[in-house]
């Protein structure tokens, strides 16, 4: 099975700062990476597929990058309705693995 | 509107046996590939199995294999779960989710039901 490991496990940033997430697969996965952001209370909503490609409807404050083992999630200014719970997930091959999330609060 | 609803958890003692469904609306369900995700009580997200677009080709996590069966009804747009021999590290969250692009299994999840929580006690 292919590994993700995701960091940090959470992190606590200001209103309006940078901030980044990262995810390294235990392979390589070309660019078969997604980035998910869970609510506390909701489902998990798809924000970014193919490592780079922003979903519709998704602000562009998001990005993502990478590819092989070494993938970046990016909130450009954090705003008070990103505190949530960031996944990325692999779908290189089955089994699909997720990462082990990033909570991310304000501080 | 595309929707997954999901139905059918509960409180089961361990031993037991449960099924879930997933009722799909707002898109041609018999197109893609859906799947089951789990989520225990404040843990991250684990896969737990996937059926392509035509039931043929079936896959589970190691976790849940021989006591899992997934299968579906186009015909009724409907996704289900049968899980026998539960046990206490089953109780979560389970999640239907649909396959992205494509009727094979190895996607993106971008669309996702509210869940439907299973607890395993005695």
């Known amino acids: 099975d292919i590994q993700m490991t995701q960091s940090p496990s959470s992190l606590s940033a200001s209103v309006g700062d940078r901030v980044t997430i990262t995810c390294q697969a235990s392979?390589?996965?070309?660019?078969?990476l997604n980035w998910y952001q869970q609510k506390p209370g909701e489902a998990p909503n798809l924000l970014i597929s193919d490592a780079s490609n922003l979903q519709t409807g998704v602000p562009s404050r998001f990005s993502g990058s990478g590819s092989g083992t070494d993938f970046t999630f990016t909130i450009s200014s954090l705003q008070p309705e990103d505190v949530a719970t960031y996944y990325c997930q692999q779908y290189d091959n089955l089994p699909l693995t997720f990462g082990g999330g990033t909570k991310v609060e304000i501080k | 509107e595309v929707q997954l609803v999901e139905s059918g958890g509960g409180l089961v003692q361990p031993g037991r046996s449960l099924r879930l469904s997933c009722a799909a609306s707002g898109f041609i369900f018999g197109d893609y590939a859906m799947h089951w995700v789990r989520q225990a009580p404040g843990k991250g997200l684990e896969w737990v199995s996937g059926i392509s677009w035509n039931s043929g080709n079936i896959r589970y996590a190691d976790s849940v294999k021989g006591r899992f069966t997934i299968s579906r009804e186009n015909t009724r747009r409907s996704l289900y779960l049968q899980m026998d021999s539960l046990g206490t590290e089953d109780t979560a969250m389970y999640y239907c989710?649909?396959?992205?692009?494509?009727?094979?299994?190895?996607?993106?999840?971008?669309?996702w039901g509210q869940g439907t929580v299973v607890i395993v006690s005695s």
């Open positions: 989710a649909k396959a992205y692009g494509s009727g094979n299994l190895v996607d993106a999840l971008d669309i």
């Open positions: 392979q390589d996965i070309s660019d078969y």
